[in-house]
């Protein structure tokens, strides 16, 4: 049944979400966390084109309200939490990037939303949550994403706009998917590249990489108008303002951090150690033998299988610098 608390609201999303910061913090043990919400005001991507996210199914009221407590319940707990009016969760992700970058940090950024791969280099990796949570889900790295989706990380916005993204409701270039995409970027380098060739009249350069009929699609001036929309929505802010990294470091105060979970009849016990900084539970599993990201990070390294479908193994990488969790 549904968890709901003494009053009778309904607390099971919120529950989750700790049990999910919680179980995060405990396989990757980071230095630091922060948590970035999707703005509750009209999100400036839905004021530039109203059929943003428009064909996603509506939440439940008990759903939107937990949306709209849990920045609250977790800034009371004591969680390094933003959300900017306006802007989603993913520019707190480039935003934050960014911030460890500077500070020499390294970060981990945990999502399910591919976008945040455009993020990649030599300081931040995605955990790329999918049905097995945060211990089956792969981590990707700017080297394996070539293997994930045939492209580098400077080359992944170019390449959502070609494929487009239905999650998010913006359709792409009719016809071309992700393997077309990334062939022609491979060839081309990036999508101006593509485009400059198509207004010089260079077509058959095209042609010879993806055929008659995809270049023909590319160069219609609904596939040109998509593309701009896409690359313009897709690009996420990255000048957010955000906690310095000192406010941000690990552990929590325990004490603080159950009395406000209390106050919602939520108790998770021991489960919150590696967030508050106790003993590691004697019924806690390390994959591997693997003590989290502090001595050697759980990552997973990704290798192509056909038909684009990416399948993990652990290895074992050792990391010097801080590591700065993001949600």
């Given at each position: 049944?549904?968890?709901r608390d003494?009053?009778?609201?309904?607390?099971?999303?919120?529950?989750?979400?700790?049990?999910?910061?919680a179980?995060?913090?405990?396989?990757?043990?980071?230095?630091?966390?922060?948590?970035?919400?999707?703005?509750?005001?009209?999100?400036?991507?839905?004021l530039?084109?109203?059929?943003?996210?428009?064909q996603?199914?509506?939440?439940?009221?008990?759903l939107?309200?937990?949306?709209?407590?849990?920045p609250?319940?977790?800034?009371?707990?004591?969680?390094?939490?933003?959300?900017?009016?306006?802007?989603?969760?993913?520019?707190?992700?480039?935003?934050?990037?960014?911030?460890?970058?500077?500070?020499?940090?390294?970060?981990?950024?945990?999502?399910?939303?591919?976008?945040?791969f455009?993020?990649?280099?030599?300081?931040?990796s995605?955990?790329?949550?999918?049905?097995?949570g945060?211990a089956?889900?792969?981590?990707?790295?700017?080297?394996?994403?070539?293997?994930?989706?045939?492209?580098r990380?400077?080359?992944?916005?170019?390449?959502?706009?070609?494929?487009?993204?239905v999650?998010?409701?913006?359709?792409?270039?009719?016809?071309?998917?992700?393997?077309?995409?990334?062939?022609l970027?491979d060839?081309?380098?990036?999508?101006?590249a593509v485009l400059?060739a198509?207004?010089?009249?260079?077509?058959?350069?095209?042609?010879a990489?993806?055929g008659?009929?995809?270049?023909?699609?590319?160069?219609?001036?609904?596939s040109?108008?998509n593309?701009?929309r896409?690359r313009?929505?897709?690009?996420?802010d990255?000048?957010?303002?955000?906690?310095?990294?000192?406010a941000?470091?690990?552990?929590?105060d325990?004490?603080?951090?159950?009395?406000?979970l209390?106050?919602?009849?939520?108790?998770?016990?021991?489960?919150?150690?590696?967030?508050?900084g106790?003993?590691?539970?004697p019924?806690?599993?390390?994959?591997?033998?693997?003590?989290?990201?502090?001595?050697?990070?759980a990552?997973?390294?990704?290798?192509?299988?056909?038909?684009?479908?990416?399948?993990s193994?652990?290895?074992?990488?050792?990391?010097?610098?801080?590591?700065?969790?993001?949600?």
């Amino acid at each position: 049944s549904e968890h709901r608390d003494s009053a009778g609201g309904a607390v099971w999303a919120l529950r989750g979400l700790v049990t999910f910061i919680a179980g995060a913090a405990a396989r990757l043990r980071p230095d630091g966390v922060l948590v970035g919400f999707d703005s509750r005001a009209t999100l400036r991507r839905k004021l530039d084109f109203p059929g943003y996210k428009a064909q996603r199914p509506e939440k439940t009221a008990d759903l939107l309200g937990q949306l709209e407590q849990a920045p609250g319940l977790l800034a009371a707990a004591g969680v390094p939490v933003v959300v900017a009016d306006g802007a989603e969760a993913d520019d707190v992700l480039a935003s934050a990037a960014g911030l460890a970058r500077a500070g020499g940090w390294r970060s981990m950024l945990m999502t399910s939303d591919r976008d945040s791969f455009a993020l990649l280099d030599e300081t931040t990796s995605v955990l790329w949550l999918r049905g097995g949570g945060v211990a089956g889900s792969p981590v990707v790295t700017a080297a394996s994403l070539p293997q994930v989706c045939g492209v580098r990380p400077g080359q992944y916005r170019d390449f959502a706009a070609l494929r487009g993204d239905v999650s998010d409701n913006l359709p792409g270039v009719l016809g071309i998917g992700a393997i077309t995409a990334a062939r022609l970027l491979d060839a081309f380098g990036d999508l101006d590249a593509v485009l400059t060739a198509l207004d010089a009249g260079q077509g058959e350069r095209i042609e010879a990489v993806i055929g008659v009929g995809a270049t023909a699609r590319l160069a219609a001036a609904a596939s040109r108008a998509n593309l701009e929309r896409n690359r313009r929505l897709m690009l996420m802010d990255a000048t957010l303002d955000l906690p310095e990294l000192a406010a941000v470091r690990l552990p929590l105060d325990g004490e603080r951090v159950r009395a406000a979970l209390r106050d919602r009849d939520i108790r998770l016990g021991p489960s919150l150690w590696a967030l508050v900084g106790e003993p590691m539970p004697p019924w806690f599993e390390v994959d591997g033998g693997l003590r989290g990201w502090r001595d050697v990070a759980a990552v997973h390294t990704v290798v192509l299988e056909p038909r684009w479908r990416p399948v993990s193994r652990w290895r074992p990488v050792p990391l010097a610098t801080d590591q700065l969790a993001l949600f």
